[in-house]
Every structure is written in structure tokens, then in C-alpha cells.
């Protein structure tokens, strides 16, 4: 008796070690049971919480899933505008398992990389179509809105200022983003079991062949503008210079101006002048005057002067008394 005991108390011990199974923390997991997700009654998957659990031993198969948020990094790819021009855009996007028994029959057994490559193909699908349907302009341009996108982490911004008509558009990158954030949301949940939380795209660059003319373009359009604010600045040192030479000639004019009525006042003063001390005494200003001109006219001994000796300009050298000559 006691023979038989040691071996069922080992086989009792093996089931109960074989029945119980823990789920790690971050981590959810479902019960296969015969090849089928167990589910509860309500027909929805088992979920099992970090924890300690219990199972059937032999017929159930416990398969742990990652629980947590999952960001999907894929390489760059080519995307073609509608004018026919390509783009290489690198995006991210954000997941996490909602409906782990859909995402393990999906997944063909809960593979990650086998759910990464269908979320990438269903993002790649709605992005394709998004770019598709717009022209390089709207795509590399706007300002970005984080009122759309809440919950995502901030990205580079990328504009192309030299465009003139693409600073027009606003916000058309948000708009792909959110368009291809909603349809994939919608598609992965029904078809992969998966919500995802975000898409963002990280960089938009041209082809090498692109670039060079679309640099071109922007240089020439940044050449034009110089050149226009030149011209403007030329004709506005123009007319700040004919103002000032005209504020020049009016200062000036009004200078020469003040200085003749002054000067004008001061000869008819002096005249005034002159001829109150003329009514005087009229002998002695003619005298007076007639010595001036004897002094203007005999500057040196040699100055010879050709006139009639009996003419009123000798009247004061004929007559030694003065006066007119006889």
C-alpha cells in the first residue's frame, strides 16, 4: 500500500505543477485548449492577468502576449504624389493588443513580427492612398496642430519656405495623420484584434533627382524675392533722398531769402541815413563824396585820367575855397 502511494503523490504533485502557470507582469494570457482559444461564456477570449493561474494539465496550452504599448518603427518607404512625383516617407506607429484571441488567430499564434508585418502593409495601403491624392506642395507643408493628435509625441516639422503658395496650405500633414491613424484604427481592430494609438510621420524627404530641381526652384524663388526687396529698397533711398535735397533747397532758399529782406532793410536804413545827413549840410556831403572819388580814382602816380580839367569832377581841385567852379 504504502508502495503505491509514493507514485500517485508524485503523480498528484506533477498534475498540480503541471496546472498551475504564472503571467508576468505586462503581459496577458489565453488558455488552447484542443487547438481552440478558450473563451467565456459570453463567446469572448479568457483573459488571464499577471498573476498565479490554473489550467487543465495535458489538454491546456498557455500562450502569453504582450500586453503592453508597441511602437512599429519600419524603414522608409516610396510613396508616388498625384503629380506623379515620388516621396520617401518615414512614419511610426503606436499599438497595443486589445482582442488578444483575434490577435492570436490572426497572428497565426500570437508572432509579432507576423503582426507588425500586417499592421505595416494596412498602414502602408491607406497611407499610399492619402499621398496619392495630393501634390508634393501639400504634403511637405503646414504647420503642425497637436489638437489632433493628443496622445502622440511631438515630431520634426517639415516645411519648405521658399514655396510661397505651400505656406497656403494648413496643416494638410495632420490631416494625412489623422486620416490614416482612423482607417487603419478601424481596419486593425476588426481584422488583427489590434488598437492603435498613433501614427506619426517622422521625415519626408525627395528623391535625390527631385531635390536638386526643387532646391533649384527654392534658391531661384529666394533670388527673386531679394532681388524685389532690393529694387523696393532702392526706389525708397530714392525718394528719402529727393526729400532731403528738396528739404535742402527750401531751408536754403528760405535762408537767402530772410538775408535779403535783412539786407534790403539795412541799404534802405543806411539810404535813409545817408540822406538825412545829405539835407544837412548838401556842401559838405558833395565834398565828402567828391574826396572818395578822388581817392578811388588816384590809387598810384602813375594812374592817368582823361577828362576835362573844367569838368564838375575837379570842381574842389579848381577852387581852393570850395565849392562849385565858375
Known amino acids: 500500500m504504502r508502495k503505491l502511494m509514493i507514485p500517485v503523490l508524485v503523480v498528484a504533485l506533477a498534475l498540480m505543477l503541471m496546472s498551475l502557470f504564472v503571467i508576468p507582469e505586462g503581459e496577458r494570457g489565453i ?8 473563451k467565456d461564456n459570453n463567446e469572448i477570449a479568457r483573459i488571464y492577468e499577471p498573476g498565479l493561474h490554473f489550467k487543465m494539465p ?13 511602437t512599429m518603427d519600419g524603414r522608409s518607404d516610396r510613396f508616388v504624389t498625384s503629380e506623379k512625383k515620388d ?39 491607406v497611407l499610399r492612398s492619402e499621398i496619392g491624392s495630393r501634390e508634393i506642395k501639400q504634403i511637405v507643408s503646414g504647420p503642425r496642430n497637436d489638437d489632433i493628435l493628443p496622445d502622440s509625441a511631438d515630431s520634426e516639422v517639415v516645411t519648405t519656405v521658399a514655396a510661397k503658395e505651400a505656406l497656403e496650405v494648413d496643416g494638410e500633414r495632420d490631416i494625412i495623420m489623422k486620416n490614416v491613424l482612423n482607417d487603419t484604427r478601424q481596419d486593425a481592430m476588426g481584422d488583427l484584434g489590434i488598437h492603435v494609438f498613433d501614427f506619426r510621420m517622422k521625415k519626408i524627404n525627395l528623391p ?22 532690393r ?19 527750401t531751408i536754403l532758399a528760405e535762408a537767402d531769402r530772410a538775408a535779403r529782406v535783412t539786407r534790403g532793410g539795412a541799404d534802405a536804413e543806411a539810404a535813409s541815413i545817408y540822406a538825412g545827413a ?38 574842389y581841385m579848381n577852387n581852393a575855397a570850395g565849392g562849385t567852379s565858375k
Open 208 to 229: 535625390d533627382s527631385i531635390s536638386k530641381s526643387i532646391y533649384d526652384r527654392m534658391r531661384a524663388e529666394r533670388e527673386s524675392v531679394a532681388r524685389q526687396f
Open 58 to 70: 495535458l489538454f491546456d496550452r498557455v500562450k502569453t502576449l504582450d500586453a503592453r504599448i508597441q
Open 31 to 38: 488558455v488552447i485548449r484542443f487547438g481552440r482559444v478558450l
Open 87 to 125: 516621396v520617401i516617407i518615414d512614419s511610426y506607429v503606436k499599438w497595443r493588443i486589445e482582442d488578444f484571441g483575434q490577435y492570436y488567430l490572426a497572428t497565426g499564434g500570437g508572432n509579432s513580427s507576423t503582426a507588425q508585418a500586417l499592421l505595416s502593409r494596412k498602414v502602408t495601403d
Open 278 to 315: 545829405y539835407n544837412k549840410d548838401p556842401e559838405f556831403f558833395s565834398f565828402v563824396r567828391s574826396l572818395r572819388a578822388y581817392q578811388s580814382s588816384f590809387k598810384d602816380k602813375s594812374d592817368i585820367l582823361v577828362l576835362d580839367p573844367k569838368s564838375d569832377f575837379f570842381q
Open 231 to 249: 529694387s523696393q529698397g532702392r526706389e525708397q533711398a530714392e525718394i528719402i533722398r529727393a526729400q532731403a535735397e528738396l528739404e535742402v533747397a
